[in-house]
């Protein structure tokens, strides 16, 4: 998981960095819909980094984004996905309690440091390596992505354009992407 770190380093002249973490989620509930997946859940606590950078950045600019990546070391596939993040109410963190997040929390969901990241995924890059064969089939390895402009809306197969290089070697790109709607 990625977030927008506090402060930035003013040396590399960037005003904010990207903070990256292992984490474990909350197990997905089966979905069979494309309007299914619409938020991820991810225990935290109140002392964390990523807990200060959510709320910091939801009070500073109104919201906060993040990425999150699957990754099957097996068939060397992913799923990267992008989107917006909140800081779930403790009666919705109890709520979504996940048993296995027991040892990190020592009196469950009642530890008084635990709460959860809310994640609202409206970006999604699939790839299945060469065992899952879930790819783009691209010559620049761009992998097959989805899009949705809001939680209401489905999933849309983003098609981006081709790139390559010209005889004289210059990057050339197709024409802008486009975008297929995936319908039920």
Not at 50 to 57: G, H, N, Q, T
């Amino acid at each position: 998981m990625s977030t927008h770190a506090i402060g930035g380093s003013a040396a590399m002249g960037a005003p904010y960095e990207i903070n990256s973490r292992i984490v474990e989620s909350r197990p997905l509930e089966n979905f069979t819909d494309i309007h299914d997946l619409k938020v991820i859940y991810i225990d935290t606590n109140k002392w964390s980094r990523k807990y200060k950078e959510i709320l910091e950045a939801k009070q500073k600019y109104g919201s906060a984004r993040m990425s999150l990546m699957y990754f099957d070391a097996k068939s060397y596939g992913y799923v990267s996905l992008r989107g917006s993040a909140s800081i779930a109410s403790d009666e919705e963190a109890k709520a979504v309690w996940y048993e296995p997040w027991k040892a990190f929390y020592p009196q469950g969901k009642d530890t008084p440091f635990y709460c959860v990241v809310k994640f609202f995924p409206d970006w999604l890059e699939i790839s299945g390596g060469p065992r899952e064969k879930v790819d783009s089939n691209r010559t620049d390895w761009l992998p097959v992505s989805l899009q949705r402009p809001s939680l209401q809306s489905p999933w849309r197969i983003v098609v981006h354009p081709e790139t390559g290089l010209s005889e004289e070697g210059e990057l050339e790109q197709s024409p802008e992407a486009s975008l297929l709607t995936i319908h039920a």
